[in-house]
């Protein structure tokens, strides 16, 4: 019998993880056996992942991974190097679990999990290959398996082993879509019957561990908004992130999943909506909020990405100047142009204030030492942005769900370095 | 199919045009959905309308009697300033002047029953995939005046995003090899489909196109096709470059030829977009003069159900 907490340990998102996180102190005040095990997380192997049935190594687990993912969310952004490792590291974590208790006869209690969020059904039939009146083809039955089997590249294989690879469960499609937005899962891939994808246990392994890992940076994602709402994260959370960024593999030969997505030259096609209208020049009443509270702010930090500490210099991120005067503020300053009426030409002084925002103090000629005299104001959220200056908010679908706009610029990244097109 | 008169298109929206040949789906969300009018032919460039009740939908009609009128595929809170995106239809569009392969000779850009005929079969296709595969239902037809338009608005997948919804035009235009082309149901029959019916459209004009196809080679597949659409049938696809002149390299030009062109068949920036708005089931499609409608029945839709009164009194 499994204890009904140890579902946390499956879906660290269900009610009773959050019930956990509720119940504990804080979790910048965790004890270091906590702090220890969240970094440790990234690279956990095999058992290792496996966690004890008693309430205190499951709660240990929860606290452990809601302080890996602001651990990261502090010192990165949204889709940020390290938010993929840990969402990879997640993946692989809740795979095993499931692989582990499939093994010891728990197939149940872990559809019980799966079913919370995946509509999930048996294929009928003592050979289970009919799905809601309609007979899977013995040929393709088979297909489905060693389709599976030569994914996972193994030739020969045991009767102990088989089940795991012949088709026995139907998910509905549509409960797939974050993993097709994701590219984690493709549409012409799956084997389709009346809107449900015919899968195995191992691929229901791969699906449902796969959605926790994009439920993973899209809480690394809300984090961060929320740092950006209420100030810079605390010590603690940041030395954490810190300690998990040093265990990013080295860029040269990086798996695809943790390639640098963001780092670069900015993609204007992925701005978000309020950025796109500010870059296109605002009147009278928008200009200031427009330009350099929205504008300085997300190029910033857009370009910059910064990540491997909190973000409080702009000099920790960028190693030539010229990437702040040419790539951040040019752009800025023509935007200020299209204004109506230019917004430097009736205050010039806001000239200096850009460079101030990005935190180089008051000055029109910026230089790297200088980094960090005032304070790098971080991008508002898109609720300060409403109340600050409605015109500027045209939200998209994706708007509806983002809280900031960088946010909405990583993700687009993001897609579209999964998808594999290039720029 | 001649344009529309500014006197015909008063004719029709003052005797012809009826609100009961709105459809359902429009009319019960009718408030939430932008419209667009173009009131002189040069585009819809009057956007960001919103009718609170049918009634004023048709004044507005009656009395501007516009040369075309759209309507979003999505549901906003506020329609007429597009915020508060709720959802979309997912929509595609198969313009018969558009299709990739024609067994008509209309000119480019122009229809003929023929050519709206083959845009009817490939909605029904596209329909069937829909239902037999993705499991959607609420799958509704409209004829566009040059083509037809399918709006499907099961819930499940009106808040699906443009990565998704790529995906869908990809899997139901069968425009991505599929790593086993040979089983019986999915993807992989959907795909044998679609390349069987693009290579049946194909003559040696098109296939000569396909680069690296020597012309007898050409010549061959064409004395030969039927042995050919068999193995595409069958999912035999080896079969195919076991012809005479067919290299491993010269086959896989061919097979990302057809592909390319199965893609065509629906313009899938429309499918993707989920702001797109189209033509309004009900209203005139004054280029050509035919009623935009929606289609209860696809298998037994006629061309004359789409004309309006008007063009039956051009000749008295």
Redesign the interface.
């Known amino acids: 019998m499994i204890a009904p907490e140890y579902v946390a340990t499956l879906d660290p998102f269900v009610a009773e993880a959050k019930r956990l996180v509720e119940t504990s102190p804080p979790l910048d005040s965790m004890p270091q056996e906590i702090v220890d095990r969240a970094i440790a997380r990234v690279k956990w192997a095999s058992r290792e992942m496996v966690v004890e049935p008693n309430a205190e190594a499951i709660r240990a687990d929860v606290l452990s991974f809601y302080l890996m993912c602001q651990g990261v969310a502090a010192v990165s952004y949204p889709y940020s190097r390290e938010a993929r490792l840990i969402s990879e590291a997640t993946k692989e974590t809740i795979k095993y679990r499931m692989y582990d208790l499939f093994k010891r006869g728990h197939e149940e209690s872990c559809l019980d999990v799966v079913k919370r969020s995946l509509k999930l059904v048996q294929l009928e039939g003592g050979d289970g290959a009919k799905l809601g009146g309609i007979e899977?083809?013995r040929?393709?039955f088979y297909?489905i398996r060693d389709?599976r089997l030569a994914q996972d590249g193994i030739e020969t294989i045991d009767d102990r082993l088989l089940p795991q690879y012949l088709p026995r469960y139907a998910v509905?499609?549509?409960d797939l879509?974050p993993l097709?937005?994701?590219?984690r899962a493709?549409?012409?891939?799956?084997?389709?019957?009346?809107?449900?994808a015919?899968i195995t246990p191992r691929d229901l392994w791969d699906l449902f561990s796969n959605f926790i890992a994009v439920r993973t940076e899209e809480y690394v994602a809300s984090v961060y908004e929320r740092f950006s709402d209420v100030g810079a994260p605390s010590k603690r959370l940041a030395e954490v992130g810190e300690r998990i960024s040093s265990l990013l593999p080295p860029e040269l030969g990086l798996p695809e999943r943790f390639a640098r997505v963001p780092m670069g030259k900015l993609r204007l096609e992925f701005f978000p909506p309020c950025v796109k209208i500010a870059m296109g020049g605002v009147g009278p009443g928008l200009r200031n909020y427009a330009i350099t509270v929205l504008l300085t702010s997300f190029l910033s930090y857009a370009r910059a990405s910064p990540s491997g500490r909190a973000a409080t210099r702009i000099g920790d991120f960028i190693t030539d100047i010229s990437v702040v005067r040419d790539e951040i503020a040019a752009p800025i300053f023509e935007a200020a142009e299209r204004c109506k009426p230019p917004f430097f030409k009736d205050q010039p002084q806001e000239k200096g204030n850009i460079y101030y925002h990005l935190g180089f103090g008051m000055t029109t000629e910026p230089r790297l030492e200088d980094s960090g005299i005032s304070k790098w104001y971080r991008v508002p959220n898109c609720s300060k942005i409403q109340m600050s200056a409605p015109p500027l908010c045209?939200?998209?679908?994706?708007c509806?769900k983002i809280k900031n706009p960088l946010t909405y610029y990583f993700r687009k990244l993001s897609?579209q370095a999964m998808?594999g097109v290039g720029g | 199919m001649r344009e529309a008169s500014p006197d015909e298109r008063r004719q029709f929206y003052s005797e012809e045009w009826n609100k009961r040949e709105l459809p359902d789906f429009i009319l019960h969300t009718l408030s939430l959905r932008e419209f667009g009018f173009d009131l002189d032919g040069t585009g819809p460039s009057h956007r960001y309308n919103q009718f609170m009740t049918v009634e004023q939908l048709a004044e507005y009609l009656q009395n501007r009697t516009p040369y075309s009128t759209f309507t979003s595929v999505a549901l906003y809170e506020q329609p007429s300033m597009r915020k508060g995106w709720m959802k979309s239809e997912l929509a595609f569009d198969i313009d018969a002047k558009d299709l990739p392969l024609k067994s008509c000779n209309c000119a480019s850009g122009s229809v003929c029953e023929l050519c709206i005929d083959e845009a009817r079969r490939i909605a029904m296709e596209f329909a069937e995939t829909m239902s037999k595969d993705l499991g959607l239902h609420n799958i509704n037809f409209v004829y566009s005046g040059r083509g037809f338009h399918i709006r499907v608005i099961d819930d499940a997948i009106m808040t699906l995003e443009q990565t998704e919804r790529a995906q869908i035009v990809e899997y139901i235009t069968g425009s991505v090899i599929p790593t086993d082309i040979a089983m019986a149901l999915g993807y992989s029959q959907v795909f044998r489909e679609r390349l069987a019916r693009t290579f049946e459209g194909m003559d040696e004009q098109r296939l000569s196109k396909v680069r690296g196809f020597r012309r007898s080679v050409i010549q061959k597949l064409m004395a030969e096709k039927e042995r050919a659409l068999g193995a595409i049938r069958r999912g035999k696809l080896d079969e195919l470059s076991e012809f005479e002149g067919i290299g491993p390299k010269t086959f896989r030009q061919l097979l990302e030829f057809l592909v390319r062109l199965n893609s065509e068949f629906t313009d899938g920036k429309v499918t993707i977009d989920t702001k797109r708005i189209l033509r309004l089931p009900s209203s005139l499609h004054s280029g050509v003069s035919m009623k935009c409608m929606l289609v209860r029945d696809i298998g037994r839709f006629k061309l004359e159900d789409a004309v309006p009164k008007f063009v039956h009194e051009r000749g008295h």
Do not use: F, M, Q
């Not at chain 1, 097709?180 to 590219?183: A, I, V």
């Not at chain 1, 891939?189 to 449900?196: D, E, H, I």
């Open positions: 899977i083809p040929e393709d297909k389709r509905r499609w549509t879509a097709l937005r994701h590219r493709e549409l012409t891939r799956l084997y389709l019957v009346n809107g449900r015919v045209d939200p998209d679908e994706l509806r897609e998808s």
